[in-house]
């Protein structure tokens, strides 16, 4: 079982929908990274967060460390929101990142 | 400011052969990340640079991959040699010393071998 779970693997939503994706952390860490990877494309980091709550434009960030468990959210999506979305984790122990498997979303016109 | 810039972007090797992928991070980053993607699983850490130090290397994974920080700018990552296993895309990533501080990404290198 791999120490950061996403769910759902593939999101297909369309124009207009509030997007929610999740993810699960088993181990201690000391913040945690959402990253946004297009086709084909580089990584983008959206978010790095220890506590509380993020907000960047139509992008809100949420984590909640006593239940190890952290969402992403888009409001009022986009095709252009189309990409990869992965948690990242980074221990308490050292600087590495753990990562999730990734969201795929898809925004339909 | 600039940001991580990775070369190439793309690399066809055989089996056998050897290929050396170069990271620049951010001007005054002087932490330095290699992580790869392979067959469509996680991203997977390799290894950390202080400087021209290498703070961690536990990802990486076994004695064909070397990476190196001379003079702790650029960054290279040398297989040698290749095997078909290693095919995947590279990233690599920077960020600033202290606290843990936000991690920038390069656009990655796609390692091809057949």
């Known amino acids: 079982k791999n120490e950061v779970e996403q769910s759902p693997q593939n999101l297909t939503a369309q124009e207009g929908e509030f997007i929610t994706i999740n993810c699960s952390y088993s181990v201690g860490i000391s913040a945690l990274h959402w990253l946004q990877q297009h086709p084909g494309g580089g990584i983008v980091s959206l978010f790095m967060?220890?506590?509380?709550?993020k907000k960047h434009g139509r992008l809100i960030a949420t984590i909640n460390i006593q239940e190890k468990h952290s969402s992403l959210h888009i409001t009022a999506s986009h095709p252009r929101d189309s990409a990869v979305y992965i948690c990242?984790?980074?221990?308490?122990?050292?600087?590495?990142?753990?990562w999730g498997a990734g969201t795929k979303l898809i925004i339909k016109p | 400011e600039a940001g991580v810039t990775q070369f190439p972007s793309h690399s066809v090797i055989e089996k056998g052969q050897t290929v050396t992928l170069r990271c620049d991070p951010i001007s005054g980053h002087d932490n330095l990340y290699w992580y790869r993607r392979v067959m469509g699983k996680e991203i997977k850490f390799l290894l950390h640079?202080?400087?021209?130090?290498?703070?961690?290397e536990s990802g990486m994974p076994n004695n064909r991959f070397l990476a190196e920080r001379t003079g702790g700018t650029y960054s290279t990552l040398k297989v040698q040699p290749a095997e078909l296993e290693d095919s995947g895309v590279y990233f690599c990533?920077?960020?600033?010393?202290?606290?843990?501080?936000?991690?920038?990404f390069g656009p990655g290198t796609r390692l091809t071998v057949t």
């Open positions: 990533a920077s960020s600033r010393s202290g606290v843990p501080y936000e991690q920038y």
């Open positions: 640079f202080v400087k021209e130090s290498k703070q961690d």
């Open positions: 990242a984790v980074r221990m308490d122990s050292n600087y590495q990142l753990i």
């Open positions: 967060l220890s506590s509380g709550k």
